[in-house]
Nanobody
Framework: QVQLVESGGGLVQAGGSLRLSCAAS????MGWFRQAPGKEREFVAT????????QYADSVKGRFTISRDNAKNTVYLHMNNLKPEDTALYYC??????????????????WGQGTQVTVSS
């Protein structure tokens, strides 16, 4: 069992920045997905249990950075140059059966409660 607690969402103007945090009850591979109204949940970024391997969706590459502090079992999503199309409910995800994360939402073992990110134009 893994508990995930997210924080850091909010309202920001286009071009602005936000940092999301997700504290886990233990160290696992982790990542972020997002879901906009009327759309399916989509992969955003993942980071391996060690922190050495990361993956990004093409839509956020170069603007978002995922990182982790293993001493705190916390993963961060640094979001820069935000666009209105980044508006969504962002979910923290964890995988416990592998040291590496997958891109498919169906492969996620545990989900956080979600934190809203709204980008105004």
């Amino acid at each position: 069992q893994v508990q995930l607690v997210e924080s850091g969402g909010g309202l920001v103007q286009a071009g602005g920045s936000l940092r999301l945090s997700c504290a886990a009850s233990r160290r696992t591979a982790m990542g972020w997905f997002r879901q906009a109204p009327g759309k399916e949940r989509e992969f955003v970024a993942t980071i391996s249990r060690s922190g050495l391997t990361t993956q990004y969706a093409d839509s956020v590459k170069g603007r978002f950075t995922i990182s982790r502090d293993n001493a705190k079992n916390t993963v961060y999503l640094h979001m820069n140059n935000l666009k209105p199309e980044d508006t969504a409910l962002y979910y923290c995800a964890a995988w416990v059966y592998s040291d590496y994360a997958a891109r498919a939402a169906s492969d996620v073992d545990y989900w956080g409660q979600g934190t809203q990110v709204t980008v105004s134009s």
